[in-house]
């Protein structure tokens, strides 16, 4: 069984990531992930090349000290029932999936790669798409328990698991000031810092320039609100702050406001139409592996495409109506999985 102090279980390491300056102009001509592995590992950098290299954070496409980027990430099950608000840093995330569950709500896979907070939470349990939404990731995923058939499922993975049910060295506790079960925070910091002989994640998305639609060939539409239904319980909204360059949530018609009293905000917003397997009966399992449509909304701009991944561990290409990348603007990322049952919509 993997735990929480070393990689048991992985089925193998990733390379290291740490991307000089060339490799970083090429990669905005070309999606993540095209090199494949029948192409040979890239040549790993001297030390002293390392350290003269321009990097970027792999989940932001933000410029970064390669030293700096040269841990593993963590990606987390976030609570988003009403009592979980406010949840612990997640204006400090470079990912955030948000997934249908049972009774209509939704939950979070939060990801932290290019800034670590000393803590996050409120930490749940895990759910049967998780696996295929935290492996291309690699590193660290966190959760509070679930399923039994769930958990299994998350520990056949690569990743290192780090649960609270199993944990007896301390890097969970339950926040005083929190009803339970909505009150078990990770010190994520030392979960990191545990396992930091674990590679860097590698890239998800193709980043662009700060307004990457704005190429006639895409169509993209103004847009100053993002009106998305899960469900008749959970239907979030992202409003465009032009003056702050970022998108601004609600949940159910209200600010969406972290613990630090800031309002939940984004870079980008990218809006996923997915199936639902109800195979496990009332736990509603988001099919990941296969296609949709997609929406890419970045600088109060909408492109329609569509997105694709093939297997779990790989990551989720979005490809516009011309055929040509969907691009990101560096910063961080929301991803809503909309099921097709709900709705989304783009207001000019």
């Not at 701009?301 to 561990?313: F, I, P, Q, V, Y």
Request: proline letters at 9%.
């Amino acid at each position: 069984m993997a735990t929480q102090s070393a990689p048991v279980g992985r089925r193998g390491a990733r390379p290291a990531l740490l991307v000089a300056a060339a490799l970083l102009l090429a990669g905005c001509q070309s999606v993540p992930g095209e090199q494949r592995p029948d192409q040979g590992e890239p040549a790993r950098p001297t030390a002293d090349a390392a350290a003269s290299a321009v990097s970027f954070a792999p989940l932001r496409g933000t410029p970064a000290d390669a030293a700096a980027m040269a841990h593993p990430s963590l990606a987390a099950k976030i609570d988003n029932h009403e009592a979980a608000r406010p949840q612990i840093a997640l204006n400090r995330t470079d990912l955030v999936f948000e997934e249908l569950v049972e009774g209509g709500i939704t939950r979070y896979v939060a990801i932290w790669h290019s800034d670590i907070p000393d803590e996050i939470g409120p930490v749940r349990s895990i759910r049967p798409m998780d696996p295929d939404i935290a492996s291309p990731f690699g590193g660290i995923i966190a959760y509070s328990g679930g399923q039994e058939q769930f958990v299994e499922m998350m520990m056949a993975t690569p990743l290192v698991n780090v649960v609270f049910d199993y944990d007896d060295t301390g890097l969970f506790f339950r926040g005083d000031e929190r009803p339970g079960p909505h009150d078990v925070i990770l010190r994520s910091a030392e979960a990191v810092s545990r396992n930091s002989s674990l590679a860097p994640p590698p890239p998800q998305f193709a980043y662009g320039s700060a307004d990457p639609l704005a190429e006639p060939a895409l169509v993209a539409t103004p847009t100053s609100r993002i009106d998305l239904v899960f469900s008749d319980a959970r239907f979030p909204a992202w409003e465009w702050d032009a003056a702050a360059s970022v998108w601004l949530r609600s949940q159910e018609g209200a600010p969406d406001l972290e613990s630090s009293a800031e309002r939940v905000r984004a870079t980008n917003v990218v809006t996923l139409r997915v199936g639902i397997d109800w195979s496990y009966g009332e736990v509603p399992k988001t099919v990941m592996i296969g296609s949709g449509e997609a929406w890419v909304s970045v600088a109060g701009r909408t492109a329609h495409g569509t997105w694709a991944k093939d297997a779990a561990d790989t990551p989720i290409t979005l490809t516009a109506d011309d055929g040509s990348p969907l691009r990101l603007a560096p910063g961080n990322t929301w991803v809503e999985l909309v099921p097709g049952e709900g709705s989304a919509t783009f207001t000019p």
